[in-house]
């Protein structure tokens, strides 16, 4: 404990931007070393202010007295950047939480798959059941779930999770004592008992607006991949989708309609090369060489479309395709030339990226706007067929 109270005295300077924290943990061999550098040695950290260095030069260690006071009352445990048990994938982001309050026992996110899932807190139903079930299927195959438990798709996707038996790490804006929204008290109980609650503020610390896209990076900063199940164009999903880019992380979208406000940001995002999720393994195939042995079984596929029976008419079995004039149709230059390449036998996204040339990103973008519209329709093995007869 005599350690710690540096770490939280680091922690909790106001006025001492987060890099430069990061830099001074480079420079002294422990926070203690910091607090008891004179102003000339803390000068000589590269891209520290004099300012920073004036704040430096606070010495009370009151509030990091009670902070670490209250950790022992609650059962929390400190986990320090320097500490082997951090995790290595939040500590590459660029900006990382040098010290991390915790309850419960933080999974080995290292050796597993993490998916952090997010979206709009005014979720309508269709987003509700896509989180519960993604969720659900995620947690039951293995991976852990990383949410905000904020109110809407954060909250259903750690239930989902919970439902499945699976492990749910709840990243929270304010202190751990601090229940928000209120109603997710019962949530924050069980999300502790199968998991963590993980916080770089300390207990008591309010929740307030301001945290939250700080709050984001860490989400994406612990996981694998970002799953997007619902957002409108302006959402803080968006937010955590756009730090996971930035952090090499994957970002995955739950398709919408297209005339649906809550998944125009999801479209958006399938558009720009975020990859179409609408099982729990289309995530989960990208990682399951990366983690041999951590995933367990594959869900149930989607039934397959009606094929022509035995022994029924071939005019019966092949109606007529309805016709598209692709001039008319204001489509990319991407989803003309996948309608022009489909024909009525199924292929697969692979052939189609090798025929048309395109990368399987922009393939998959392209496919699910085509779907979405009613101009392809998947059939069973995620292979591709054109709905329309196409006119000039």
Request: charged share 25%; aromatic share 6%; with cysteine.
């Amino acid at each position: 404990m005599s350690m710690l109270k540096y770490w939280v005295w680091l922690s909790r300077l106001e006025g001492v931007g987060s890099q430069t924290k990061l830099s001074l943990l480079e420079r002294f061999p422990t926070p203690e070393d910091i607090y008891c550098a004179d102003r000339d040695e803390l000068l000589l950290t590269e891209g520290i202010s004099r300012r920073e260095a004036e704040v430096l030069g606070k010495k009370d260690l009151a509030e990091a007295d009670r902070i670490l006071a209250d950790c022992e009352r609650l059962g929390l445990h400190l986990l320090t950047l320097h500490d082997a048990a951090y995790p290595v994938r939040l500590r590459s982001i660029y900006d990382p939480p040098c010290l991390l309050y915790i309850r419960g026992r933080l999974p080995a996110v290292d050796e597993l798959p993490a998916v952090a899932v997010v979206g709009t807190r005014k979720a309508s139903p269709y987003g509700i059941r896509c989180a519960e079930d993604l969720s659900f299927g995620l947690a039951e195959a293995g991976a852990v779930v990383v949410t905000g438990l904020a109110r809407g798709i954060d909250s259903v996707a750690a239930q989902g999770a919970l439902r499945a038996g699976g492990s749910v790490i709840g990243v929270l804006g304010g202190g751990i004592d601090v229940i928000y929204p209120r109603e997710n008290g019962w949530l924050y109980e069980d999300v502790a008992a199968a998991g963590c609650l993980i916080s770089e503020y300390p207990p008591g610390a309010e929740t307030l607006p301001g945290h939250f896209p700080i709050r984001n990076r860490m989400i994406s900063g612990l996981s694998v991949a970002a799953l997007v199940v619902e957002a409108p164009t302006r959402s803080g999903a968006l937010i955590t989708a756009g730090m996971a880019l930035d952090q090499g992380r994957d970002v995955f979208a739950v398709p919408g309609p297209i005339y649906a406000e809550n998944s125009k940001g999801c479209n958006r995002l399938i558009r720009d090369g975020a990859m179409v999720a609408a099982e729990p393994w289309d995530i989960l195939r990208e990682y399951e060489a990366l983690f041999p042995g951590k995933l367990r079984g594959q869900t149930r596929d989607a039934p397959p479309h009606p094929e022509k029976q035995p022994g029924q008419p071939v005019e019966a079995a092949i109606p007529a395709l309805p016709a598209l004039c692709v001039k008319d149709a204001g489509l990319t230059d991407d989803q003309i030339l996948i309608l022009q390449t489909l024909t009525e036998e199924p292929m697969a996204v692979d052939d189609l990226a090798e025929l048309t040339e395109l990368p399987v990103r922009r393939v998959l973008s392209a496919l699910t706007m085509l779907e979405i519209d009613g101009f392809v329709t998947q059939r069973e093995g995620k292979r591709y067929v054109r709905a329309v007869t196409l006119t000039p």
